[in-house]
């Protein structure tokens, strides 16, 4: 089963519409070596998520898109997303009565939307 890694969602993401190459998702990403993108692909291609095709071209072309249990994963994620985006006042509430109750200093988070 894939490991919830720090890139996973990121990476299905950038798979939620199209088919991408290597270093199509690599631009996208934008602050994932090399390495980490290639472990990354590997775990969620070997769990089932995202298909690889190779065409034989010189260089060799790599695209990288996700199958049906993929696109069902992508599904939860969005649903994730939705929650925190629906329930960010009251987490944000939440952390400043813990807060206040353990006598540390509140922080307020600033929305960018």
């Known amino acids: 089963m894939v490991k919830p ?3 996973t969602l990121v990476v299905v993401m950038q ?5 991408r190459r290597f270093s199509e ?3 996208g990403i934008g602050d994932i070596s090399q390495k980490t993108l290639t472990i990354t692909l ?3 291609e070997r769990d089932g998520f995202v298909s690889r095709t190779i065409f034989p071209t010189i260089p ?3 695209d990288y898109e996700l199958t049906a249990l993929g696109q069902e994963l992508l599904q939860l994620a969005d649903g994730w997303r939705q929650f925190a985006a629906r329930n960010r006042v009251a987490v944000e509430a939440a952390r400043h009565r813990f807060d206040l109750a353990a006598g540390e200093p509140a922080i307020r988070l600033v929305s960018s939307s």
């Open 25 to 27: 998702l690599r631009r």
């Open 42 to 44: 590997r775990e969620l």
């Open 15 to 19: 798979l939620r519409s199209e088919t």
């Open 5 to 7: 890694g720090k890139w």
């Open 60 to 62: 060799p072309r790599v």
